[in-house]
């Protein structure tokens, strides 16, 4: 699979972004997918995932949203109440699960999309 995330941009803190990532293929409801970020300077870290079964896990609870429409190969990253610590590059992430378990591991996933820059001012 392939994939190619968009929607990053620059904001101000308080507001609202929404990322996507459109993925290549026709397996896409076989795969578990997540969004990853990385600081200038810091280690890739896991944001949120949704399993094939639509299991959620969010790492940044009640800001972050993630979402997925297997008929449209789309996942979804809702981000509200940005704040400067929010500004990273962030990347989609994809691999092929039985659907029981979301890894939060970024040796876990196979597939990455190229990145989108969110940079949020203060």
């Known amino acids: 699979v392939q994939l190619q995330a968009s929607g990053g941009g620059l904001v101000q803190a308080g507001g609202s972004l929404r990322l996507s990532c459109a993925a290549s293929?026709?397996?896409?409801?076989?795969?578990?997918m997540a969004w990853f970020r990385q600081a200038p300077g810091k280690e890739r870290v896991f944001v949120a995932g949704?399993?094939?079964?639509?299991l959620r896990i969010d790492s940044v609870k009640g800001r972050f949203t993630i979402s997925r429409d297997n008929a449209k190969n789309m996942v979804y990253l809702q981000m509200n109440s940005l704040g400067p610590e929010d500004t990273a590059v962030y990347y989609c992430?994809?691999?092929?699960?039985?659907?029981?378990?979301?890894?939060?591991?970024?040796?876990?996933?196979?597939?990455w999309g190229q990145g989108t820059q969110v940079t949020v001012s203060s």
């Open positions: 992430a994809a691999v092929i699960s039985d659907g029981l378990v979301v890894a939060t591991s970024d040796r876990e996933y196979r597939y």
């Open positions: 293929g026709r397996t896409f409801s076989a795969y578990n």
């Open positions: 949704i399993s094939r079964r639509g």
